[in-house]
Nanobody, 116 residues
Framework: QVQLVESGGGLVQPGGSLRLSCAAS????????MGWYRQAPGKQRELVASITSGSGGIRNYVDSVKGRFTISRDNAKSTVYLQMNSLKPEDTAVYYC????????WGQGTQVTVSS
């Protein structure tokens, strides 16, 4: 049974940083490309960052987070990370991980709130 467990969210002031983690189980993690999604209230879920399988040599970002967010992975821990810097109020959303094709059931997500 595949399980994705996100953590690391919270309340942060504009300009602050957070590091999200997503621990995967029930899959051969290293062979899967992974991504981070977010869903703001009243909006569709969007893929904001992705990383290729294996060593993760190719990373892609949506324009709105380029230069501020960094995705990485630790295959030994079956975990994908999202380092978020220079956070803006418009980054407020529930953040989820999954493959870039959303192959697996969604986890519970982790809430990120950027507000002063």
């Amino acid at each position: 049974q595949v399980q994705l467990v996100e953590s690391g969210g919270g309340l942060v002031q504009p300009g602050g940083s957070l590091r999200l983690s997503c621990a995967a189980s029930g899959i051969i993690f290293s062979v899967n490309a992974m991504g981070w999604y977010r869903q703001a209230p009243g909006k569709q879920r969007e893929l904001v960052a992705s990383i290729t399988s294996g060593s993760g040599g190719i990373r892609n970002y949506v324009d709105s987070v380029k230069g501020r967010f960094t995705i990485s992975r630790d295959n030994a821990k079956s975990t994908v990370y999202l380092q978020m810097n220079s956070l803006k109020p418009e980054d407020t959303a529930v953040y989820y991980c999954n493959t870039p094709w959303a192959l697996f059931s969604w986890g519970q997500g982790t809430q990120v709130t950027v507000s002063s």
